[in-house]
C-alpha cells in the first residue's frame, strides 16, 4: 500500500510534486508522461484530466471535491481526526488536511454508492435533467409558499444541483440534510431528489416560521443549525456561515 501525503504548503497542482515507485513528476509532466499510466484521476471541474492516472479504470466510488476547485476520483474515503485518507484504485491512498476537501459525490454510475443507504435503493432513485429538476423545485417553492429563486440558490450553494452530493460533515443530497434531519422529516432515501427537496423546503419553511420570517437569520440557521443562531442571538460569528448566507442571497440583490 502506498500512501501519498500532500504537502502542508500545498496550494495548487501545478506547484505539486510527488514521488511515486522511484519516480517523481509535476502536475506539469503528468499528462506527458502518465496518460497511459494509472495512480489517481486528478480533474478540473471542466472534466479535463491533468492528473496522474490508475489501474484499468478512473472511474470510482466517489469524487473528492477539493476547496481550490479540483476533484479526485476516489474509491472510498476516511476521516481520521483532523486529517481525511481518500483511498484509490486498488490499495493506495492519499491524505489530505480536513479542510482542504469541499464535500463527496457518489458517482450515478458507480457499482458501489458509498452511503449508509441501500445501493440497490440509491440506483433505483429516479434521475432528472436540470430542465426537469427546475420544475420540480417550481412546484416544491409553490407547495410551500416559499420563494423559488431562493430555494433554488440554496440548493445551488448546498450541493450545485448534485443529488448524490456528500459532505464532509454527512450532509446528504440536494439540500445537503444531516442524517437527524432527514429523519424527522422522514427521508426513506435521501439521494431521491423530491423525497429530499420536499424535507429540505418543509425543514427551511420551519426555520422561517421560527425565525419570524426572518430570511438571514432562517439560512444561518439551514447552515449553522437552529440552535446556534438561538445561542447567538442573530447570525453566528462563524465565517463559513456569513459567505454561505452571501451566496445564497447574491442571486436577489
Known amino acids: 500500500?502506498?500512501?501519498l501525503a500532500w504537502p502542508r504548503h500545498y496550494k495548487g497542482l501545478s506547484f505539486l510534486k510527488l514521488r511515486y515507485r522511484g519516480e517523481s513528476f509535476t502536475a506539469g509532466t503528468m499528462n506527458r508522461k502518465w496518460l497511459t499510466r494509472t495512480i489517481i484521476g486528478i480533474i478540473n471541474l471542466t472534466?479535463?484530466?491533468f492528473g496522474v492516472f490508475s489501474g484499468t479504470s478512473c472511474l470510482g466510488a466517489e469524487i473528492a471535491y477539493l476547496k481550490?476547485?479540483?476533484?479526485l476520483v476516489i474509491q472510498a474515503h476516511e476521516?481520521?481526526?483532523d486529517k481525511i485518507i481518500l483511498t484509490l484504485d486498488g490499495s493506495d491512498r492519499l491524505e489530505f488536511e480536513k479542510d482542504w476537501v469541499e464535500s463527496f459525490a457518489v458517482l450515478v454510475s458507480s457499482p458501489t454508492p458509498q452511503s449508509d443507504q441501500d445501493p440497490q435503493q440509491n440506483s433505483?432513485?429516479?434521475q432528472y435533467n436540470?430542465?426537469?429538476l427546475r420544475q420540480i423545485i417550481h412546484f416544491t417553492a409553490q407547495k410551500h409558499q416559499l420563494d423559488e429563486t431562493l430555494l433554488a440558490s440554496i440548493i445551488e450553494v448546498e450541493s450545485n444541483f448534485n443529488p448524490w452530493a456528500l459532505s464532509v460533515k454527512g450532509a446528504q443530497g440536494l439540500m445537503q440534510l444531516m442524517p437527524e434531519t432527514a429523519a424527522t422529516y422522514k427521508v426513506k432515501n435521501v439521494f431521491d431528489v423530491k423525497e429530499n427537496l420536499e424535507?429540505?423546503?418543509k425543514y427551511f419553511k420551519d426555520l422561517l416560521q421560527r425565525f419570524n420570517q426572518n430570511v438571514v437569520l432562517a439560512l444561518a440557521a439551514y447552515n449553522a443549525g437552529p440552535s446556534t443562531v438561538?445561542?447567538?442571538k442573530g447570525v453566528p460569528p462563524f465565517q463559513e456561515t456569513q459567505a454561505y448566507i452571501r451566496k445564497v442571497l447574491q442571486p436577489r440583490q
Do not use: C, D, F, H
Open 230 to 232: 438561538t445561542n447567538y
Open 47 to 49: 472534466g479535463t484530466w
Open 79 to 81: 476521516v481520521v481526526g
Open 199 to 201: 424535507a429540505g423546503a
Open 130 to 132: 436540470m430542465q426537469e
Open 1 to 3: 500500500m502506498t500512501i
Open 124 to 126: 433505483s432513485a429516479p
Open 68 to 71: 481550490n476547485g479540483r476533484n
